[in-house]
């Protein structure tokens, strides 16, 4: 059963701590996405990876920094939080964009992060 | 800019009622068009997808309605069940030099009464 973790399902931090928000998936998937979820605004994808050490900007990068070590995690951070990065946070992954017919993304269950 | 506009924000049916969600889209290099589910407190799992070389895709009771010269697609849930509430995002993905990427609508809360 594929899977998709995020290390934490809720968090609070303050106004300018820097934040690390993991995921790890056990797929071997090449591609790796962070997106935040608002009501209204649906997903929007801030960050992602083809491959190790490689990462690209999405539609919303200001504020925040990826890192790719490892195939298997995708780390999102938040170098000085702020109150309008409070959202729910999804990672997900999908296999290599070769494989043209599949681009199914498989999801983590979300980190809602408030910034007090 | 939204590249991908999903109607309505949420939508209230009875039990054996047909909701149907529309997305319209910009950008016409999309080639691919999914429809994910999510249900309170999990992540997105797609539910049903379909390419531009086809007009209808349907899998159970869950069918996607595609017109390529209107930039639309829809999708229509048969004889509805409580168990379909949850919130359904459309997306469109392009297959880039880099990769493919997905971009989501505004995504639609659906309530199915019983």
């Known amino acids: 059963d594929v899977k998709v973790t995020q290390s934490s399902r809720y968090l609070v931090k303050r106004t300018g701590e820097k934040v690390f928000l993991e995921c790890v998936q056990d797929m071997d998937h090449e591609n790796m996405f962070w997106y935040r979820q608002d009501p209204g605004l649906g997903l929007r994808l801030i960050y992602f990876?083809?491959?190790?050490?490689?990462?690209e900007k999405g539609d919303i990068p200001e504020g925040y920094s990826v890192s790719r070590e490892k195939k298997e995690r995708f780390s999102l951070i938040l170098e000085s939080a702020s109150t309008n990065q409070t959202s729910m946070y999804l990672c997900?992954?999908?296999?290599?964009?070769?494989?043209?017919?599949?681009?199914?993304?498989?999801f983590g269950q979300g980190t809602r992060l408030t910034v007090v | 800019q939204q590249q991908v506009k999903q109607s309505p924000q949420s939508l209230i049916v009875q039990k054996g009622g047909i909701p149907i969600i529309n997305c319209a889209y910009e950008?016409?290099?999309?080639?691919?068009f999914p429809w994910y589910q999510q249900f309170p407190g999990k992540g997105p799992a797609l539910l049903i997808a379909i390419r531009p070389d086809v007009s209808e895709k349907k899998e159970g009771r869950f069918t996607i309605s595609f017109n390529k010269s209107a930039k639309q697609f829809s999708l229509h849930i048969m004889d509805s069940q409580p168990g379909d509430s949850a919130t359904y995002f459309c997306a469109a993905s392009i297959e880039e030099t880099s990769g493919s990427r997905l971009t989501f609508g505004e995504g639609t809360q659906l309530t199915v009464n019983p």
């Open positions: 950008n016409t290099a999309f080639d691919y």
């Open positions: 997900a992954s999908s296999s290599d964009r070769t494989q043209v017919l599949n681009t199914e993304a498989f």
């Open positions: 990876s083809y491959d190790v050490k490689m990462k």
